[in-house]
Structures are given as C-alpha cells and as structure tokens.
C-alpha cells in the first residue's frame, strides 16, 4: 500500500521561505509522476509543480521562478522549496504519485497535506 505523508508546512511571513517534504512508504508500481497541488478555502484545488519520468518539469504560472520541485529517489522523498512566498500561497498544500493506466499517467495517491500560511 502506497502512503504519502508531508510535512515541512508552517506560519511564515510574506517574503519567507519553507521546504516542504513527502515521504512515500513505497513508490507506485509504473509510478510517471510526482507532485504537489494546494487548496486554499473556497477554492478548487490546483496543481503547483510536477516531476515527470519522462517529460520536463512544470510548474504553475503562479509559482515559476520561486518554487522548485526536486526528489530523492534513495530516500523515497519529494520536496517543495517554495521562496519569496505571498499572502496568496497560503494553502493547504498535497503531495501525490501518478501512475501510468490505459488512460495515460494518472494522479492515483495521495497524502493528508500540510497546511502553509502565509500572512502579510
């Protein structure tokens, strides 16, 4: 069973900085993505930065140039760095693990989230 669990999130001040983790029990089988997404309140989910086995790194226009996704495949960890973060960041934030079906490369897991504030 394919568990994602992070952490990292925190109350921080406009300007800031937080690195964001999810640690995975085990990697998917057939696993073509890895990613995070936020819901803030009222708001529809969105997706924030996504590492692709085969395809380039993407990121939500919202976030290019200060968050930057990265994995550690030897520790079965996914990382979010998020810098110069705004009140508009303020989320909770989801990490998830695609996996490739008839359909293509599909999110299938997720974790609990953990909460990013940011106050102005």
């Known amino acids: 069973q394919v568990q994602l669990v992070e952490s990292g999130g925190d109350s921080v001040q406009a300007g800031g900085s937080l690195r964001l983790s999810c640690t995975a029990s085990q990697y998917p089988n057939n696993r073509c993505v890895m990613g995070w997404f936020r819901q803030a309140p009222g708001k529809e989910r969105e997706g924030v930065a996504h590492i692709y086995s085969n395809r380039p790194t993407t990121y939500a226009d919202s976030v290019k140039g200060r968050f930057t996704i990265s994995q550690d495949n030897t520790k079965r960890t996914l990382y979010l760095q998020m810098n110069t973060l705004k009140p508009e960041d303020t989320a909770m934030y989801y990490c998830?693990?695609?996996?490739?079906?008839?359909?293509?490369?599909?999110?299938?897991?997720w974790g609990q989230g953990t909460q990013v504030t940011v106050s102005s």
């Open positions: 998830a693990a695609g996996v490739m079906t008839l359909s293509g490369c599909k999110y299938t897991y």
